[in-house]
């Protein structure tokens, strides 16, 4: 197996890497380009505002419509604290693992892709195959969500993405999206004993919470009994509540953290429509009566969005018709699909290993996860190779 030996070597030098997401990914991304130079592809890097991190995106082919990008974030979660056996940013291989941060998660995926586009680039393709590599995946998305204005700049935006999060291969057709938030209150401070004079933030803040509950249940409601998430439903957590300074005390100030996983990207909405009028139409008016500086500020973390599992997908088929499979199935855990699917492509999320190893001390890849990709990938290599049809 000459391919997966080469594959291996490349996944060796990823490792090596350490693109925690807090560091810069400029090293692994120069020699990603350089690779993918070599194969006879043409390099896109985009910086980001700190000039410290960069996307990738490379093209093989013709400029036309109905690209195919593979896809993949370059940065890996940290290591401090994990009990790890070996060096983590060194490729250990053991009894058919190949152990290292970012082996699954998704350097092994980053390299089978690197280590085909010579063979994608000896094509006639009818249609260009794009890598495309990000950064800060782990820690909100931000490459991708770059990279999609990039994209929408394009004369032929790419039709379909396979993104190789680790499914042990199988085919991910969707997943809740992760839209997390801290909502502060500001009220006015006063003596406990007077509280018509002050605005007690923390009173406002459970109000806002019970409302929060109310709609959680409301969520409930909507789910589509045929939905295959577990639970069906969008969820809501609230997970701190915090304000005060003392018994006696009006407090002036309280923050709720709260998440929610949506199904779809219109139950986000719901809650967020709800929760503005229950602001604008009872509490702020109640608060802003005695004070009119109080105002309550939703600060968003993060709005990770969701894979929506639509009838229509391409790129779920296109892999289906490469792994032989239809089963496609819906994971807990998000990635960047949805940012993709949102800018108007098919996506489908399928790669080597096992979310299982992702994040944990010795994480690790099955080469034979490894190989199923590289077969996976030659696959679509024959596919796309086919001659034009005359005219
Ligand atoms: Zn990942």
């Not at 998660?105 to 794009?130: C, N, S, W, Y």
């Not at 429509?273 to 604008?280: A, V």
């Not at 004070?291 to 790129?315: C, F, K, R, S």
């Amino acid at each position: 197996m000459e391919l997966l030996g080469r594959t291996k070597d490349i996944l060796g030098d990823l490792i090596a890497f350490p693109t925690v997401s807090r560091d810069s990914n400029l090293e692994m991304i120069a020699y990603l380009a350089e690779k993918l130079e070599t194969a006879g592809a043409q390099v896109d890097i985009q910086l980001d505002l700190s000039g410290t991190k960069a996307n990738l995106f490379a093209t093989v082919g013709p400029d036309a419509p109905g690209g195919i990008v593979l896809s993949g974030h370059s940065d890996v979660v940290p290591v401090d604290d994990q009990p790890w056996s070996f060096d983590p940013f060194a490729m250990t291989e053991q009894d058919g693992l190949i152990y290292g941060r970012g082996s699954c998660d998704m350097k092994g995926f980053i390299a089978a892709a690197t280590a085909l586009a010579d063979r994608f680039a000896g094509l006639e393709l009818q249609r260009p195959v794009h890598f495309a590599f990000t950064y800060d995946e782990e820690i909100g998305c931000f490459g991708a969500r770059a990279l999609m204005q990039q994209l929408e700049k394009r004369e032929h935006k790419p039709a379909m993405v396979i993104i190789g999060e680790p499914t042990e291969m199988r085919i991910i057709e969707g997943h809740k999206g992760c839209y997390e938030y801290s909502t502060h209150f500001h009220g006015s401070e006063g003596h406990g004993s007077a509280p018509e004079l002050g605005v007690n933030a923390v009173e406002y803040a459970v109000r806002y919470a019970a409302r929060l509950l109310e709609l959680k249940d409301d969520l409930r409601g909507r789910a589509d009994p045929m939905s295959r998430f577990n639970p069906p439903w969008t969820t809501v957590n609230l997970g701190a509540l915090t304000g005060g300074s003392a018994h006696n005390v009006i407090a002036s100030k309280a923050r709720i953290d709260w998440e929610m996983r949506p199904v779809h990207s219109s139950d986000a909405d719901f809650v967020k429509g709800q929760l503005e009028e229950y602001c604008t139409r009872h509490l702020l008016p109640a608060m802003q009566s005695v004070y009119p500086e109080a105002e309550i500020v939703t600060e968003v973390i993060g709005e990770m969005d969701g894979l929506e599992v639509v009838d229509e997908n391409a790129a779920r088929d296109l892999v289906a018709s490469l792994t032989g499979t239809n089963d496609a199935d819906v994971v807990a855990f998000g990635t960047e699909a949805g940012i993709f699917q949102k800018c108007g492509m098919n996506v489908v999320v399928c790669g080597p290993g096992s979310i299982m190893q992702a994040h944990k001390a010795d994480e690790f890849l099955a080469e034979s996860q490894l190989a199923s990709c590289l077969d996976m990938l030659e696959k679509l290599a024959d596919k796309l190779d086919r001659p034009a049809p005359r005219n």
